[in-house]
């Protein structure tokens, strides 16, 4: 039995009712997964912050407590060796005098019995007597030190410490709800990551900031960057690998980092950039992103291109010179439509570069507009953008026979020149290359 059109309209917004709940329920079960992934962020930073302030504060205790015993030690040893030192000439000085009383007590007992003996033997115990008691010289001394002469010891104790301490154990520490930086957007490029931060707390004054990174299977990371810059490109990373970075910052006039910022998971699915290989005169690192013009065989060179085409409009291209040999007008960096073998230099159809000196030439042809030369150390970067499309073929189809428009920035030093490149054909990505004429260039590209 067929079903009224009411029916079917009704059976429909069932349907339609059906799905928006089961939708419905499925953005609440996110958001409570969510709300469980910020109270474990919440408990577990406040479980580690505590365990952090109790370990610190006890390391604190006991060093401080070890310091104490160490100046006290110190202070008792200061206090022994100035009392030895001190007690004993006075020992000395005692000897030599009770030296003396003996002596006086010898002398007196052969006195008494001189004068107490016969008179036959008067006179010799007498003359005995008188000799001994010059000998001894009863006018002679031993000078006694005065009181104000010997140490007096005592200690020093600068009741202040208590209150510098008390002053800065109040300092001491801090608690923040937040980091000062977070993270603030990762963007993949070919190979790697940008990661951009910034400040989130008004009161921070950052002096440098510091970025780390680790595949999110690791247990260590590692440090990328350090500076005062807000964003970096992490260089080096697999594609299609999960990567977590996290700052933090320096503020102003201090020496210790501040709390890790949240960490964020970030990837590239972008193929990173590599130099083709096997190309004779040039030698590649391991990575194929760093190609160097080799000596080894001076006639052999020409252009040497990218593996395959990996730059995307959108992107930025950059090539960093750490080496650089005889310049030569031949010479250049740059972006291309193809990768045709047989080319001197990019200076040619279907290609825009600069050379070493400067120039920067599109489709063959040289502008007016001139970069400052490059050397080593020298960043040039390419960035493009999709202007139009200009059909010129019966059946409006642009990828029959259209025109490609690019607006193109190229960037070297503190100067940049930005022109229009028009191509022959569409193309989803480009070719990027090099060509040196002479042995000693390096040019890492990312």
């Not at 329920?25 to 302030?53: I, Y």
């Not at 001189?114 to 009863?138: P, T, V, W, Y």
């Not at 004779?280 to 194929?288: A, E, M, P, T, V």
Request: glycine share 6%.
């Amino acid at each position: 039995m067929k079903m009224s059109v009411e029916a079917e309209v009704l059976l429909q917004e069932a349907k339609e009712s059906i799905e928006a709940a089961q939708n419905y329920r499925s953005e609440l079960q996110q958001r409570l997964q969510g709300l469980s992934q910020a109270r474990k962020q919440v408990r577990g930073s406040s479980t580690h912050t505590r365990e952090a302030l109790r370990r610190h504060f006890q390391e604190l205790q006991t060093a401080l407590s070890r310091l104490l015993s160490d100046r006290l030690s110190a202070l008792l040893q200061e206090v022994d060796a100035i009392e030895q030192d001190s007690v004993s000439p006075l020992d000395d000085c005692q000897k030599l005098i009770e030296h003396g009383v003996s002596m006086a007590d010898e002398l007196l007992r052969e006195g008494e019995a001189a004068l107490r003996c016969g008179i036959s033997d008067k006179e010799d115990k007498l003359c005995s007597f008188a000799k001994k008691a010059l000998n001894i010289q009863l006018d002679s001394l031993p000078e006694v030190p005065a009181l104000v002469d010997v140490p007096c010891l005592s200690a020093q104790l600068d009741d202040s410490l208590l209150h510098v301490m008390r002053e800065r154990v109040a300092r001491h520490g801090s608690v923040s709800a937040h980091p000062p930086v977070q993270i603030e957007e990762l963007v993949e490029r070919p190979g790697s990551v940008l990661v951009r931060w910034c400040k989130v707390d008004e009161d921070f004054n950052p002096q440098d900031y510091r970025l780390q990174y680790r595949r999110s299977n690791a247990t260590q990371y590692e440090d990328a960057y350090i500076g005062k810059d807000c964003e970096f490109l992490v260089l080096h990373l697999d594609p299609h690998t999960d990567y977590l970075f996290r700052v933090c910052a320096r503020g102003e006039g201090r020496t210790e980092w501040s709390p890790w910022s949240v960490p964020q998971t970030g990837y590239t699915t972008l193929t990173p950039h590599e130099w083709s290989p096997g190309v004779d005169g040039y030698i590649l690192s391991s990575r194929k992103n760093i190609a160097m013009r080799s000596d080894a065989n001076p006639g052999a060179g020409g252009v040497l291109y990218s593996s395959s085409p990996t730059y995307f409009c959108g992107q930025t291209l950059t090539f960093k010179i750490s080496a650089a040999g005889q310049m030569d007008k031949r010479d250049s960096v740059g972006v291309c439509a193809d990768n045709h073998s047989g080319a001197e230099s990019l200076q040619r159809d279907q290609a825009v570069c600069i050379t070493t000196s400067g120039a920067v030439f599109v489709n063959g042809k040289e502008m007016t507009n001139q970069l400052p030369a490059i050397t080593v150390g020298s960043s040039v970067t390419f960035d493009m953008e999709v202007v139009s499309l200009f059909p010129i073929s019966n059946n409006n189809n642009p990828s029959d026979g259209g025109t490609f428009k690019l607006r193109v920035t190229i960037g070297s030093g503190n100067r940049e020149v930005v022109f229009y490149w028009l191509l022959d054909q569409v193309v989803d990505c480009l070719f990027f290359g090099c060509s040196f004429t002479h042995p000693g260039w390096k040019v890492l590209v990312f």
